[in-house]
């Protein structure tokens, strides 16, 4: 596709120096692969590095190529993994003339799921150190087209919500510096031409495996190309390389498709579902849970969870967990982190005799941790200052009173698993939810060089990681909750370790449609951590039907935040039936095809999504009415993913309707009174029309 590249002389763009006198050759205007500062490319660039001296500038060369069956992986890292036969490498070797620097550009490429992954690998060969400035993991070039940018903002209880804007030739740039990937953005996005809507028109998403800060910047440049670049956030990042020393971006997931928005985030879905998502749990349906928190925060004794996880038994529920203030002397935010015992004085007995009571109800059992984290007031704080993140001669940032350990240093995890696993063993703990309730600041490692300073983010993400590798390995069939104040680290890096995320602490059924439409494009909906919250919202005050909590949160993992001996005896049939539903519905969220039927950001009247069977064989509807109106026009919702030439009968009614109808003409929202009232139709294929 070499005819594509038109070599022109332009104005103020320098020329590489063995190009001789020919002007028409220069990096200031061409596609480049893996664009570096310094060989005459004034755009943003992917790669950047000095020597000792300060001295900035590099000119990376193709040396030579490999292609392999199957495909790489990433040592302590996450990544896409595939079977030989799914999956093939290719391997494109770098080096520049003047710092000893190898660079190995590594792609996967999965064909069946239209799916090229990106890493790069980077080498000091010489004698001497070398500083790295920039190290993108991908960087992607359009020599033509009008795109806008789709990313993902938000909030503490507010994450991801969509925003599109065009590219122009002003850059743009999303990322965090938050040591997380973080509720402000998501490290994930789409390049969509202008016309492009869920149906039609071609994108291309691209999602970094990576739970840190990290950085996106798009823009045109003055010839209207385009260029994305996306990888590890540039700030703060001084990445000291001594001779021999390897450093290893994180894998960017890039996928395209001229189908629409919706069949993008189905592939993505289905590439998380198949290539991200390990065993156990890949592929497997999960427990339906009850969780304390909302129901007794702090409050509570070992009785008080053996009476919640009791009359939840009696409903349905799988699963209890007990979250935050079972360990230390923790009583409030301000005391306990990093003392991870058990509190028996505060249980009545141990942990190994709680989980055995849970248990003997029939249910599971589960627990939060928070590992990354610790209070001034704890013994572990105590005995080991510096093992916080403390910059010398500064007074800390505390955020929810509590400071950042250290994860970078090899002692402190291997400390914290100690700690933690001398609980689990032999305890009998199925289930994990892990929570990270504050960003990083005072990055400050007491064992690291001045000099290399830079890399102590980076080595905390891998800290982080190692750490959850352990946990898998030692207990293999537990299942591991991510979760960051909520949806503070929901990223593609996370779900390799932890195959669901609680989605948001924003347990408000209205609000959470919003967080969990933004959430679909890019993440599947059986790894949405979604609970059924108590009336009127802790969070908001607004007042909802029990029914309409359970439709929301079966748009994804399912469970319960209260406490069921509170609630009303009609509510607690009502839970029985849910639970039966979900149960019974189940493998379409695990397997199915999701479909956003609403806008969820411009929508003011309803929202409405769906899972189809891959066979088109069966669907569930759901619809929510966002607001109401005396004598208001009919509405309808129109189906998506059906066989137009087929019957659907309705399972509830047993009235039956042709495909075609469903998707070309709809369905009339009923007719309803009150507000915020919900409804779910399963849809069963009988026969072709």
């Known amino acids: 596709m070499s005819y594509l590249i038109q070599y022109r002389d332009r104005g103020f763009s320098g020329n590489p120096f063995d190009a001789g006198m020919d002007r028409t050759i220069s990096c200031d205007v061409m596609p480049l692969e893996y664009p570096c500062e310094g060989n005459g490319d004034y755009r943003h660039t992917a790669f950047g590095a000095r020597d000792m001296r ?22 302590g890292m996450p990544a896409v993994f595939a079977s030989d036969a799914e999956a093939q490498t290719l391997r494109v070797e770098l080096q520049d003339e003047r710092l000893p620097v190898e660079v190995t550009l590594l792609y996967g490429v999965l064909p069946e799921r239209d799916c090229i992954t990106r890493s790069v690998i980077i080498r000091n060969a010489g004698q001497e150190d070398v500083v790295l400035e920039n190290a993108a993991s991908a960087a992607l070039d359009f020599l033509t087209g009008d795109f806008d940018l789709m990313h993902f903002y938000g909030r503490h209880t507010a994450e991801r919500t969509l925003e599109r804007t065009p590219v122009t030739h002003q850059e743009m740039v999303i990322g965090s510096r938050r040591g997380a990937s973080s509720h ?20 291309i ?11 996106c910047r798009v823009g045109k440049d003055s010839y ?31 996928v395209l498709t001229d189908c629409g928005l919706t069949d993008l985030s189905q592939r993505f879905h289905q590439l998380i579902s198949g290539h991200i998502i390990r065993d156990p749990w890949k592929g497997q349906e999960r427990p339906v849970l ?8 702090m409050d509570f004794t070992g009785e008080k969870i053996v009476q919640i996880a009791r009359q939840a038994a009696e409903l349905g529920v799988d699963m209890m967990v007990l979250d935050d203030g079972w360990f230390g002397r923790r009583s409030s935010d301000h005391d306990g982190l990093g003392d991870w015992q058990v509190n028996e004085a505060k249980l009545g007995c141990t942990m190994h005799e709680l989980a ?6 029939g249910m599971r059992f589960g627990l939060w941790i928070e590992p990354e984290m610790v209070n001034m007031a704890s013994d572990l704080f105590r005995q080991h200052p510096d093992w916080a993140f403390i910059i010398p001669g500064k007074q800390p940032v505390r955020s929810r009173d509590q400071l950042v350990l250290d994860f970078s240093r090899r002692e402190v ?26 960003s990083i600041n005072d990055v400050y490692s007491a064992v690291m060089e001045r000099q290399s300073q830079g890399k102590v983010l980076y080595k905390y993400v891998l800290g982080v990681y190692n750490f959850m590798e352990r946990l898998r390995k030692r207990y293999p069939a537990m299942l591991i909750e991510g979760c960051s104040g909520g949806g503070g680290r929901f990223d593609a890096g996370m779900l390799y370790y932890t195959p669901q995320i609680w989605c948001s602490d924003m347990t408000d059924p209205i609000e959470r449609i919003r967080i969990q439409y933004g959430t679909s494009f890019g993440y599947p909906v059986h ?21 309409t909590r359970a439709v929301v949160a079966m748009a994804g993992t399912f469970g319960y935040e209260l406490d069921l001996n509170l609630v009303s005896e009609e509510d607690k049939a009502a839970v029985r039936q849910q639970i039966r539903d979900f149960k019974c519905w189940q493998h379409l969220m695990q397997d199915g095809l999701y479909f956003r039927l609403t806008d969820g950001l411009d929508n003011r009247e309803e929202a409405a999504w769906m899972l189809t069977a891959k066979d088109r064989s069966e669907a569930l509807l759901s619809i929510v009415t966002l607001d109401i109106h005396d004598n208001a026009p009919i509405r309808y919702i129109r189906l998506k993913g059906l066989d137009a030439d087929a019957l659907y009968r309705d399972a509830q009614s047993g009235r039956t309707y042709t495909g075609a109808a469903l998707m070309y003409a709809g369905l009339p929202v009923p007719k309803h009174r009150g507000e915020y009232v919900a409804w779910q139709m399963h849809l069963i294929r009988e026969q072709h029309a």
């Not at 009850?290 to 925060?297: G, L, R, S």
């Not at 009998?428 to 309730?437: C, E, F, R, S, T």
């Not at 949405?528 to 029914?547: D, L």
């Open 527 to 547: 790894c949405m951590g979604a609970h059924v919250s108590v009336s009127p919202n802790e969070q908001t005050g607004r007042v909802t039907p029990i029914n």
């Open 54 to 75: 300060g001295v900035s500038g590099c000119d990376l060369r193709y040396v030579s190529h490999t292609i392999k069956q199957g495909k790489y992986s990433l040592p």
């Open 224 to 254: 209207d190309q385009t260029r994305l670049t996306m990888g590890i956030q540039e700030e703060r990042f001084n990445y000291l390389l001594t001779p021999g020393e390897v450093f290893t971006a994180p894998e960017a997931v890039i």
């Open 356 to 361: 055995a009571k849970v248990k003997s109800l």
């Open 205 to 215: 998403g691209v999602s970094l495996m990576w739970s840190g800060s990290f950085s």
């Open 290 to 297: 009850i969780n304390n928190w909302e129901a007794t925060y």
């Open 184 to 203: 402000q953005q998501n490290p994930f996005v789409i390049l969509a031409e202008h016309e492009t809507g869920e149906d039609h028109g071609r994108c």
């Open 413 to 438: 995890v291997d400390n914290i698993c100690a700690q933690l696993f001398s609980v689990l063993d032999g305890s009998g703990i199925d289930y994990i939810k892990m929570d990270m309730n504050r």
